[in-house]
């Protein structure tokens, strides 16, 4: 008799066991790629848990069960290759014209806005008029990045040639030659520098923070034809964001301005071919 029933516990379990499985079995799967771009994502040594963009994909998974957002790793130049193929779905923190040209995606406006600014260290006397002329001091920027003060001619020669420009492969080392003497003005994204001194708090009050901005991001995701979740359907997840206050809980703390109203009424059923 205790073996009988033995049996029929077990039984009831796995039973348990596998109507609870059956709602996250029937989740579809959705690849957002991760490229470096801190601070909304890091590299994958510094944690894969850690940067911006995996506590939203938390939350959008927590707000629904339909759908499972996970990062895959990926580059800032291979994730064109990575979308088109079909390894990643979704590149969120876009803009279309950032090399979208030509490759079929739909898009979906996120609500959230981050800028580029001009960075100096702070020295009696200097204010925001320290700005407003570049040419005649030493610019540190980051290789490859597309600025609009240089009508976003990415060329090394061409920026070293104009700008008294040294390049490098880290927004830290930028900012470091800022505040060493060893360049006069660096950009960054404001998140960034936020970001930067959270981590370095022994800076604070060293950096002289422009008002002018070299441009501004709105940030979008781009949705590849076939991906498991529609442009509709995200855009509803990110209203569900805004409007709980989520987006803001998330981005907010990095000076990344959450747009009111926007993300109900941005998605595009417009694909680029």
Not at 45 to 58: C, K, R, T, V
Not at 126 to 138: A, M, N, S, V
Not at 205 to 227: E, F, N, T
Not at 235 to 250: K, S, V
């Amino acid at each position: 008799m205790s073996r009988l029933l033995h049996r029929v516990v077990r039984g009831c379990a796995l039973g348990v066991a596998l109507l609870a499985a059956g709602p996250l079995a029937a989740q579809q799967v959705v690849h957002v790629g991760g490229a470096f771009f801190p601070p909304y994502v890091l590299k994958a040594e510094q944690s894969q848990h850690a940067g911006l963009l995996p506590q939203l994909l938390d939350a959008l998974n927590r707000a629904q069960s339909d759908f499972r957002f996970i990062v895959r790793p990926t580059s800032i130049p291979r994730r064109y290759r990575d979308f088109e193929a079909g390894r990643i779905d979704m590149s969120m923190f876009e803009n279309p014209a950032w090399g979208w040209q030509g490759i079929a995606h739909s898009v979906v406006d996120m609500g959230l806005e981050d800028a580029e600014v001009f960075v100096a260290r702070v020295e009696s006397g200097r204010g925001q008029g320290y700005f407003k002329r570049l040419r005649g001091k030493r610019l540190a920027l980051f290789n490859g990045y597309h600025y609009g003060f240089a009508d976003f001619n990415a060329d090394p020669h061409f920026l070293a040639k104009n700008f008294n420009a040294v390049l490098s492969y880290s927004h830290d080392s930028n900012l470091l030659m800022v505040l060493h003497g060893r360049a006069d003005i660096a950009l960054a994204t404001r998140s960034y520098v936020s970001d930067f001194l959270q981590r370095h708090r022994q800076y604070a009050g060293q950096l002289l923070i422009s008002q002018r901005v070299d441009q501004r991001y709105l940030h979008q995701a781009l949705l590849r034809p076939a991906a498991p979740i529609s442009a509709a359907q995200l855009g509803r997840l990110f209203e569900q964001l805004r409007r709980n206050g989520q987006l803001a809980a998330i981005f907010a703390p990095s000076q990344i301005a959450v747009r009111p109203g926007v993300a109900d009424s941005s998605v595009t059923a417009g694909v680029t071919d």
